[in-house]
């Protein structure tokens, strides 16, 4: 579950600016107050913030040198004084929220839902937060919910949902899957510490945040922090800059204590920070070609690279979702049509983990149903202004691509924004599962020669997966219960096979990452010559030493209606007192969140 928020409480406080550069200029112009397109629907197009100005120069050298002078301190910290000031950090962040909503919907507007989904985007920072602190208060391994170990010898580390959260999340199981060959344990860098054995010099590490999602840069922050024992300098991404001041208010304790900085700039801050003497490790989420750029520096992809800093890299991902023929209802059809729409429509499709191949079984009966029933969910969502740069691109290309027999789908919802386009029938060959398009686009790929059985399916979907579609960073499955236990071999060869570093299963692959407790990035593997999907894992806040992949399996249906959905009227009421919940989730914060739920 996430959270959104009510209007009368998002209101941005008026002496904080929430800068940022409005792109799709030529359809989308700037104005003094938001445009309400239409009160049926409660669209609120974008009106554009300012930008920030860069960090100059000066700054930069005093940041880093502060952060420098501040490592050893923050190496030499015990867990409980971390979690105290983690925990400092949660009435920080609830209070920034309503500001940071307002900021979001003025850039990227609103579509029905208020403020609701820009709030949405700071739950994963709020469990975070306090999983981590759980975690250093237990020094460093906090409790799970047990170890199981497949008849491989892999082991499996279950994890969510734990304490009141059960209640909220009933039937969902979200598992860590280890490394084969490596022990369950849990925080080896504070179990080092513990036995006095001495781990590396002290560090500064610099965050380059990713423009979509703030929720990416905060959390890789704690990351760099927790896991990885340095102090952090993360210079905000150019797209979403505005939500710079924002991340330094809600980590108040942090920033006050000289633990991290939040700097900006484009591309020239960003080479000079990289290649800073002091500093001593780059994390990235973005683009593969960031990556080399950073890492390769131009040069041949060949032996060691010319950077000889550990660079972290959380990259795109051709997501796919498997979907597994079944007995399904018409009203479980619907559902699922609306799990792979709000997959899609999610951000106005500017994720990594935004659905992009739709896989089903061309011979599977209810396949025209399917399609029929995705159809009529998209062409009930708001179409939305693609506001990330490049996307009128990405929109043209994928036209080009297939010139005839796209769809376009979504309300009218105003000037500037974009129909979600869907082209449906693709085989394998025909698809195109190797540019991951980060806008509304959506294909269906229909596997021949499988004959409607789930299992022939489930294993040439896999392959396909597997074999042909780009990225390795998540992956979904949807599979009726009845099929599932009839074909639970060839289920579970499924979920151990694909190769992918997060699968959601009957859940959108968002809620993987909401989920902090399970580990997000690409699959292992990866290497500096060919990095795809990325070369590590973030969250994992149980701190699991060797993560391989998580699994998040949700029931068949949630009832009443998740938070993911496209159509959710419950959402904004509900916002304020999930968000609490996250933050302290105590008996009385839960009903709220239910009463709100229902009501």
Known sequence: MQVGATRTLFKSPSTIKHPSPLPRQQAVRRSTRAIMVSSASGVVLPRGVEPLPATDQHELERVVASLKAKAPEWVGLPPPTRASLLRACLPTLLATVPGAAAAGEAAKGSYGSGRAEEALNWTPIAICLRELAEAMEAGGAPPTLGSRRRPDGQWVVDVFPSGLERLLNAGFRGSVWVTPGQEPTQGALYARKAAGVPGPDAGVALVLGAGNQVSVAACDILHKLVVDDQVVVCKMNPVNEYMGPFVAAALAPLVQAGYVAVVYGGGEVGRALCTHPDVDSIHLTGAAATYDAIVWQGKPKVGDPPCTKHVGAELGCVTPYIITPGPWTDAELAYHADTVASALI???????????????????????????????????????????????????????????????????????????????????????????????????????????????????????????????????????????????????????????????????????FVNTCLPWGGYPGSTPQDIGSGNCYVHNTKLIDHPQKGVLEAPWTVRPKPFWATQNPSLEGMAPAALKFFAYPTVWNMIKVIWKTLV
Request: glycine letters at 8%; one cysteine or more.
């Open 346 to 512: 999610l951000n106005a499709g500017h994720n990594c983990l935004k659905v992009e191949l739709v896989v089903t079984d061309a011979a599977w009966e209810l396949r025209p149903k399917f399609l029929d029933a995705l159809r009529a969910k998209l062409a009930a969502c708001p179409r939305r202004v693609a506001y990330y740069p490049t996307s009128d691109e990405k929109f043209q290309a994928f036209r080009e691509r297939f010139p005839e027999g796209v769809e376009e789908l979504g309300l009218e919802s105003g000037p500037g924004t974009s129909p979600w386009l869907f082209k449906a029938g693709q085989s394998v060959d025909s698809a195109d599962a190797q540019h991951e398009n980060w806008c509304g686009v959506l294909q269906e790929v229909a596997l021949e020669g499988t004959g409607g059985d789930p299992a022939a399916f489930l294993r040439a979907a896999v392959e396909f997966a597997n074999e042909r579609v780009w990225g390795t960073l998540s992956a979904g499955l949807i599979i009726h219960p009845a099929t599932k236990a009839a074909h639970s071999e060839a289920f579970d060869a499924a979920v151990a096979e694909l190769r992918y570093g997060a699968i959601a299963i009957n859940c959108p692959t968002t809620m993987c």
